[in-house]
């Protein structure tokens, strides 16, 4: 039996081009029973930087059943869905005789696993990293072949750190040894991606007249929408009803966060900026985004950088008006290792917030997190050190059943990260033999 609706089905209307989630009516009787031949995977990076406080993040223990520490415990509803990797490193982001830029080195090498070219010019050099190469090969199956979103913005030239282009601290997705790929961080812009033609004549007509008739880009759609309906079972309406909230939802955060950022400009006009001030707003919305664009399998790979590498960003909403970047190089200080650690917990509680969601969506087989692999770290281990070994490391998903999880896996110190992504690759369908400085895949999740 074929399928009933076709998986690239959208609904349109102005300016709008919508995906759908994954429906039972899009599969075969027989793809209902299990099959992760017949599944969708999606794979995602998260990064946070300046290092972790270690002792808190990782656990007592080796193998199941470990106690969460303290920068984990906000992902505690979540237990079981995820592991800890201890021992993977990046060999190529230390100095190797360049002197300082930690921060540079260990963002463009985090998930590239080369060592980049030391200049603040435009003469720039990285390679391919993990998520492009997934792109690459599979991104003709959907709108977009990645995303790559961020919640600070960055320079592209200039120099950033101790001689190395901001190009490096500003990016982890490269599409090629000169071509980082640059993040977008304004929701609004995300979302009017997602969900445009592609038009873009059409999708400024059709945000003016959502916006000055307060309309939903589901208004656009709802025709297609009706007549889709027509033709799916009760459990399907329901979920077409649940990502059609979600959607909606989302769009009265945007409208809101574009309420309060308005700046005045010429002749007294508005104009929003769609960046909330809110720093767990603006990565939850962020989130949000990717999650959307996973569930209507408009991108099945995304990066998602929480801050560049070397913020110096404060965080008063949770005790710490100093700097993050400031707080890192605690030299063993017990207040700014405190401090560290509150910034480290409030980066994993946003984790958690995304996961959570992940975790609540329902495909026909699992969850969203189930078909999806997401991993969640840096590129540097303690920020007082500045090393790039034993770096922190969370891997959450199941990966379309072939990942297990709920393990503290411990492998030698100096195991390459990229070894990971290798795997990781096996599981999207990209079979790939080396990546940067791998040395083959690993083990115990796998």
Not at 5 to 24: A, D, V
Not at 254 to 277: E, Q, W
Not at 289 to 300: E, G, K, S, W, Y
Request: contains cysteine; proline residues 5%.
């Amino acid at each position: 039996m074929s399928h009933v609706i076709p998986r690239r089905t959208f609904l349109k209307g102005m300016g709008t081009l919508m995906g759908l989630p994954l429906l039972e009516a899009m599969m075969p009787l027989s793809a209902l029973a299990s099959s992760p031949k017949l599944r969708t995977t999606r794979m995602a990076f998260l990064f946070v930087p300046n290092g972790m406080s270690m002792p808190q993040w990782t656990p007592g223990s080796e193998g199941v059943g470990f106690a969460l520490p303290q920068v984990l415990e906000p992902l505690r509803p979540l237990q079981g869905e995820f592991s800890i990797l201890t021992g993977l490193s990046q060999r190529n982001a230390f100095a190797l005789g360049d002197g300082p830029g930690d921060h540079a080195r260990s963002a463009a090498a985090w998930l590239t696993g080369v060592h980049p070219k030391k200049t603040a010019g435009a003469d720039i050099k990285a390679a391919i990293s993990a998520d492009q190469v997934a792109a690459v090969k599979m991104g003709h199956l959907t709108p977009f072949a990645s995303i790559e979103i961020g919640c600070e913005r960055g320079a592209e030239a200039g120099n950033c750190d101790s001689g190395y282009s901001c190009a490096y601290s500003s990016n982890i997705s490269w599409r090629g040894e000169a071509t980082p790929m640059a993040k977008e961080i304004n929701p609004r812009l995300v979302f009017e991606r997602l969900f445009g033609k592609g038009d873009k004549n059409e999708s400024i007509e059709s945000r003016l007249m959502r916006t000055r008739y307060n309309h939903s880009v589901l208004d656009f759609v709802m025709e297609d929408a009706s007549r889709l309906r027509t033709q799916l079972g009760d459990r399907d309406q329901k979920k077409l009803d649940e990502y059609f909230t979600a959607v909606r939802e989302i769009e009265e955060r945007l409208s809101k966060f574009d309420r309060a950022t308005a700046n005045v400009g010429a002749g007294g006009t508005r104009i929003p900026s769609g960046v909330p001030h809110d720093y767990s707003d603006h990565i939850r919305l962020m989130g949000d985004m990717m999650i959307l664009a996973f569930q209507a399998d408009l991108t099945r790979v995304a990066t998602f950088m929480f801050a560049n590498e070397g913020s110096n960003r404060s965080y008063p909403t949770v005790g710490v008006p100093e700097g993050h970047h400031d707080m890192s190089h605690h030299g063993t200080d017990a207040d700014k290792l405190k401090k560290k650690a509150i910034i480290d917990q409030f980066h994993v509680a946003q984790l958690s917030y995304i996961l959570q969601k992940m975790h609540a969506i329902k495909e026909p087989e699992g969850s969203l997190l189930d078909n999806s692999m997401v991993v969640y770290g840096g590129g540097i281990g303690d920020g007082d050190r500045h090393n790039h070994d034993d770096l922190p490391i969370l891997m959450a998903g199941r990966g379309s059943g072939t990942v297990h999880q709920g393990v503290h896996a411990v492998y030698p110190n100096g195991t390459p990260l990229n070894n990971l992504f290798l795997s990781m690759l096996d599981r999207m369908g990209v079979p790939t033999e080396s990546l940067g400085d791998s040395t083959g895949k690993i083990q115990h999740l796998f």
